[in-house]
């Protein structure tokens, strides 16, 4: 083997590494990772997710400080069913809660809903939302 072939399968070998690296992220359920969306410590990752009718998003928080998945009021489409991490009814019920310490998702801890109904849902974090710790859920049909 010369040297310029050694040099192009080492560059299709990066490629295929970033590649696999990329799923992990992009795909709900995706096959190497166990969370469709990371917390960093001040953001989601990816800030949003594209899944079908019935599927379930985890959230793993993968950074050192406590966040929460806190749906907004005005942010579920219709007929879509509120959602946040302490399964509260509501978010002014969350956010009262998170006052109260109750409601977070501490370093390594995940949480997960399943979507029932098709539309975007947006959501937030409680104690980082002011950093714009926001995200969104697309359900598709
Ligand atoms: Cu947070």
Redesign the pocket.
Known sequence: MNRRSVLASGALATAGALSGCLAVFNSAGGASGDYDVG?SD?AFEPATVTVSVGDTVVWKNTSG????VTAYDTGIPEGGAYFASGEFADEQAARDAWQRGAGGIVSGDTYEHTFETAGEFQYF????ERQS?VGSVVVED
């Open positions: 917390m001040s400080r406590s966040h929460t974090c409680i104690p980082h710790m």
